[in-house]
């Protein structure tokens, strides 16, 4: 303890150097931190020995990646007859063709619009039935574009322009339009947990410190929480530039877990102070609560960061990132505290002490109170929370996965709108595939199989569920626009294949590799539509392909965000108990016994509980915000855990039987975290704004398991201790490790 009360005397000693040092760092880190990348890979957030990543890649990497985006618009004066087009539907068609293919980023060679497809003279109405639910709606007065991107890199324009230049392109069409296709719903995503992120999270900020200057009633105090957050947020996202790693959708979370652990942090740092400021002047006020608050700190920061580490266990590279990240994260909020928060309270000629938060004297008799109750009816206390904990188990049987991507966007956003035209007047928006092998020189018998293939899958297209295909194009569709006999002379498969190519360049090229020897089925399904139909319709046509193709498989980028979510959750189980379990061993090591580490950790999974069971007896279906919920909620109660700990061990200490130490815990520690969490649950209440609904789930259930947590430390907690403390001691021969 010696060495650590120089410590202590040091950092207030050089407070000044320590400021003018970190000073420079935080600037040049303000700077590199600008070039943190955002990496808004979809195929990043699967295993790399994923098998649907794995088919993905391969369906790629044969057909060049189908990232395509349609263009679509209501059209009354489509056509004249039935199958031939109004000389200003044509012209219509062809300048927006034109228009397109000039943006950047799109494939001009690619286009496909329903002028082109109805341009030959014979066999219109076998070709209008062939694009009808592709180019055509079943209005006969809806009609579409389709456009492939050309791959990442191979246009100097950014993807986000392109984007951007399409649906302004589409605003200006006579009559308006709209923009669909998995690659922009991607985009959108990424965007919004972008621009949100950004946006939000100075809001939440400021809102922060309004809540502190309420409390607290000064300037200084206001401001401390928020510069100590962001110059962590500073310092790792710089170290994050320099090591190469780059945020992802996973790590969007970081700005928000860091806020929380530094707000805890510096509010326990402002009451402990506080109560210094009575015995004691600012200088040694300063060194004292850092003598008495730098062990918690410690444990606790360390504790969060091998909570946070534990995802380093994941096969999936953003959320092992993720966990890297915040365990560096987590380690800077100490530094930062320690380094920069003794010069910010003394600097200048005085410091104002915070003053007494309205309602203070109120709330710490009320959770004096609590203690009490706790001690005077345990078993009472013991079965409420048990039943709580029972009520919300059950509500966890009722889980549900989140793959209708568009329930990610509000119902007004431009993504929700143009699915909802796309998906009433064209059928589904969802673009995949059934792709199997095929031999490099097509024959009869084989495409006699494709053919029976198609007729089954068309089935599934004639289905009124749900969960029924709107659309199935296969080559042998194009093949028998070709007729077999011309002027009595029956024509080879290989010249049917090369009038088709004629005809319709893009088809067979699309659907058929000689030289990889694949073929596919497109596909198109209706991209709004419940987990259990979607998840249960690919399964399905997985069946029936592999009842004639063994090796057939369904991918596109359909089928991967259908199963999004489950690649996340696939280890989360894995990182929550060795989280669990590094959480049992260090505070072991902390307190030198093992009961005290097995009683930490049922407060700290009871919000997990909490949480997970609200989710399902709501009806919120797990999306990407939650779906990793579980290890972060670990991660962000433990250090109420601690402090209440080592706050009722400092009570014993000084003589207090349990009972008293139980009491001043309440008054003392649980006076913080209710503050605290009251400041966190305010600040995050800003993320119901935005665009992107995983993130405000995110903002609701943190903000609930932060209160699970802060029930689980008030009420289980104390529980605990008394049962583990039944037998009176004279000493406290457990003395925490600083």
Not at 235 to 245: C, D, N, P, R, Y
Not at 349 to 374: D, I, M, N, Y
Not at 615 to 621: A, D, E, H
């Amino acid at each position: 303890m010696k060495l650590w009360e120089r410590v202590c005397s040091g950092l207030v000693r050089y407070r000044g150097w320590c400021l003018a040092l970190a000073l420079p760092i935080t600037l040049g880190a303000w700077f590199v931190a600008q070039q943190l990348a955002f990496n808004q890979s979809i195929e990043s957030l699967f295993a790399d020995d994923n098998p649907r990543l794995q088919q993905f890649q391969q369906s790629k990497a044969t057909f060049g990646g189908d990232e395509f985006l349609i263009v679509a618009y209501r059209d009354p004066d489509l056509f004249a007859s039935d199958d031939q087009l109004t000389e200003a539907a044509i012209a219509r068609l062809d300048q927006l063709q034109q228009q397109l293919a000039a943006i950047p980023g799109i494939d001009p060679d690619s286009l496909q619009t329903l002028a082109m497809a109805l341009r030959s003279p014979y066999g219109r109405s076998r070709v209008r039935e062939l694009v009808t639910g592709l180019l055509l709606g079943s209005d006969g007065q809806t009609t579409a574009m389709i456009s492939r991107l050309l791959p990442l890199g191979a246009s100097d324009t950014p993807r986000s322009e392109t984007y951007r230049r399409v649906r302004e392109l589409a605003r200006q069409h006579d009559p308006p339009a709209v923009v669909v296709g998995e690659p922009i719903q991607v985009h959108d995503m990424f965007r919004y947990v972008e621009e949100d992120g950004r946006t939000l999270g100075w809001a939440s900020a400021v809102l922060l410190m309004l809540v502190v200057a309420i409390l607290f009633r000064s300037l200084r105090w206001m401001v401390l929480p928020v510069i100590v957050v962001q110059v962590t947020l500073l310092w790792t996202k710089a170290i994050l530039v320099l090591s190469g790693l780059e945020l992802s959708m996973v790590s969007s979370m970081l700005n928000s877990l860091v806020t929380i652990i530094g707000i805890a942090t510096v509010m326990h740092f402002t009451l402990r102070y506080r109560d210094q400021r009575r015995h004691h002047d600012r200088t040694l006020a300063v060194q004292h609560t850092i003598r008495e608050l730098g062990p918690p700190i410690f444990w606790t920061i360390v504790t969060t960061m091998a909570g946070f580490a534990a995802l380093l266990s994941s096969r999936i590279a953003p959320v092992a990132s993720f966990g890297l990240m915040m365990a560096l994260a987590t380690a800077l909020v100490f530094v930062t505290v320690l380094v920069v928060l003794p010069g910010l309270i003394l600097i200048g000629p005085a410091t104002s002490v915070p003053s007494v938060a309205p309602g203070e004297f109120w709330l710490t008799r009320k959770l004096q109170h609590l203690a009490q109750l706790v001690e005077r009816r345990p078993w009472f206390t013991a079965i409420t929370m048990f039943s709580i904990s029972l009520l919300c188990g059950y509500g966890m049987s009722d889980l549900e996965v989140e793959t209708d991507f568009s329930k990610n966007f509000r119902a007004q956003s431009p993504v929700v709108q143009a699915l909802d035209f796309f998906e009433t007047n064209l059928g589904g928006a969802g673009t995949w595939e059934l792709n199997f092998p095929a031999p490099a020189e097509l024959t009869d018998e084989y495409l006699e199989k494709v053919r029976e293939l198609t007729t089954d899958l068309r089935a599934l297209q004639e289905r009124t569920t749900a969960n029924r295909i709107t659309k199935v194009v296969s080559l042998t569709d194009g093949l028998e626009l070709i007729p077999s006999n011309l002027l009595f002379t029956r024509l080879s498969l290989t010249t049917r294949m090369s009038l088709l190519n004629s005809v319709q360049p893009e088809f067979a090229y699309g659907l058929y590799n000689p030289e990889e020897r694949r073929m596919r089925i497109m596909l198109r399904a209706l991209e709004r539509q419940p987990a259990e139909s979607k998840l249960g319709l690919i399964a399905e046509v997985e069946s029936l392909g592999r009842k004639h193709f063994p090796e057939a498989n369904a991918t596109g980028l359909f089928v991967l965000l259908a199963y999004l979510i489950e690649s996340l959750l696939a280890d989360q189980l894995t990182s929550s108990l060795l989280a669990a379990a590094a959480l049992v061993i260090l505070m072991t090591l902390a307190f030198r016994r093992l009961a005290w580490g097995l009683a930490l950790l049922l407060p700290n999974l009871f919000p997990i509980v909490l949480v997970i069971g609200a989710i399902g007896w709501t009806g919120m279906k797990i999306n990407i915000a939650t779906a990793m919920l579980a290890s972060v909620s670990l991660g962000l109660t433990i250090d109420s855990s601690i402090h209440y700990l080592w706050g009722y061990r400092r009570c014993r200490q000084a003589g207090l039987d349990v009972s008293s130490a139980l009491s001043a815990t309440h008054a003392e520690v649980g006076l913080a975290l209710v503050w605290a969490n009251i400041a966190l649950v305010i600040g995050f209440s800003v993320l119901t704004l935005s665009h992107f609904i995983p993130l405000v789930y995110f903002g609701v259930l943190v903000s609930v398991a932060m209160m699970g947590g802060l029930i689980g430390n008030l009420v289980l907690l104390p529980l605990l201790i008394r049962m583990l403390e039944r037998e009176p001691r004279d000493d406290v021969a457990s003395t925490p490790v600083a």
